[in-house]
């Protein structure tokens, strides 16, 4: 019975310690656009909201904007910054997305059918305030954009 109860608190301590790194990250939390700041294209969707939670040993990413003409949308991803694909519902222009953990950066990486359709770094500045989101895509056009999208810790 002792040693069952040791290896309960063992396994307990252990996903405390996994929820707490991940709470301590920095990307954790809400984050709002800041439209001032950014610098986001012509056709390029707007992220109004981003949303980092844990999800058991996961993180859920909720987004909520407009796409590029001007549309609500709403996606939801779960996963790890590993750098593998998980699956997205919602984005019209993705069905698999990574995140991939560089220091205290992301690197993201959105799908279609296996083709990358978007490619793109987030960093969060060194307060934790804001965080910058650079992406680049092809838009409708076939022209390639490159957008920045600014947003601040709500």
Not at 55 to 65: P, R, S, W
Not at 76 to 83: L, M, P, R
């Amino acid at each position: 019975m002792k040693t069952k109860m040791i290896g309960f608190t063992m396994i307990i301590s252990i996903a405390l310690a996994a929820a707490a790194g991940a709470a301590d990250d920095g990307m954790m939390g809400t984050w709002k656009l800041n439209e001032a700041k950014s610098k986001i294209a012509p056709g390029a969707p707007k992220n109004h909201t981003v949303t980092y939670a844990s999800a058991g040993d996961q993180i859920k990413v909720t987004v909520d904007g407009t796409d590029g003409e001007g549309k609500t949308i709403h996606s939801e991803w779960t996963g790890k910054f590993d750098g593998k694909d998980y699956p997205v519902t919602g984005d019209g222009t993705a069905d698999m997305r990574s995140y991939k953990k560089e220091g205290k950066d992301l690197e993201l990486t959105n799908k279609k059918a296996g083709k990358v359709t978007v490619t793109g770094k987030i960093v969060v500045s060194a307060d934790g305030k804001t965080r910058t989101v650079t992406i680049n895509l092809t838009d409708s056009k076939g022209e390639k954009v490159t957008s920045t999208a600014v947003y601040d810790k709500s």
